[in-house]
């Protein structure tokens, strides 16, 4: 099915996957995925390694979005680059998506990577005029490790940070083995310039938002936390203490994912990682 570009909300740009199936479509969610920091939308677009062509192959239609800043969505307006004026711009863009395709899928699922499932769990603590059925996220914990909060304090007194490729790679993907150096290198295709808030936010602000947000969501939550994620404190103790922020979930099945880096879709357990979440997602729309 050909992908659909969409601008929704105050000019925010969705990539629209239609369902291949379309009868199964009005009983399944509409997923919409948010990246991270350091990507645009297309992080979920990669050819080979697509979270929206997945989806669409067992009959869910999917969007990705850019968020403000990112992508087509670089003109967007968002209050000095924050994660939580993200949050409000990608809540009213998806407003405006789901007035335009209701009736079309059961509710909305939000998958959420990084700075996008910070985001995720912001939305789902939200006002909305929209249904959410569910939220997955990954890449996203309690706290960063002392290495990080020091490398962040030395972040350049710019607008936006590019993050060399070299140094993503270290960041992003776990030991040698646990994905293939070509996927790596294709994965590249996704990078776009940061606005320097939102990454001193993650790093400095996270802590205190979760705290405010987490007890104020109700829907059910996937929660995969990769073992090598060099840009969290990463544990089994840490997990589930993650989770047991969220007092109010209906349901939350959050692990520790064995084999993977911070980008556990470009390892070699990331078809495995999507149909997992995809999998969810149907469970939460039944």
Known sequence: MKKEQLLCGNRVSFTVSPASVSSFAADHPLIVAIHGG??????????????????????????????????????????????????????????????????????????????????????????????????????????????????????????????????????????????????????????????????????????RLLREAAPRVEVPIHYRQPEFDNLWVVDQTEVAAFKAQFTKSSLIDGELMRGVGHNIDFHRLGAAFQLQQLSFALACST
């Open 38 to 207: 350091t990507y645009s939308g297309k992080y979920f677009d990669i050819k080979g390694h697509s979270l929206l062509d997945r989806a669409a192959a067992i009959g869910i239609s999917a969007a990705a979005v850019d968020r403000p800043h990112y992508g087509s969505s670089v003109g967007v307006a968002s209050r000095n680059g924050s994660i939580e004026s993200s949050a409000l711009a990608v809540n009213e863009a998806i407003s405006e998506l789901w007035s335009e395709r209701a009736g079309c899928s059961k509710g909305v699922f939000i998958v959420g990577h990084s700075i996008g499932g910070a985001i995720s769990i912001l939305l789902a603590a939200m006002d909305r005029n929209w249904p959410l059925l569910g939220i997955a996220i990954s890449g996203i914990g309690l706290r960063s490790p002392d290495s990080v909060v020091e490398q962040w304090r030395g972040l350049p007194p710019l607008e936006s940070i590019e993050v060399p490729a070299e140094a993503k790679d270290f960041l992003m993907y776990g030991p040698e083995g646990s994905y293939l150096q070509s996927v790596r290198a294709l994965a590249h295709e996704a990078d776009f310039p940061t606005p320097r808030q939102e990454l001193i936010d993650i790093v400095f602000e996270w802590p």
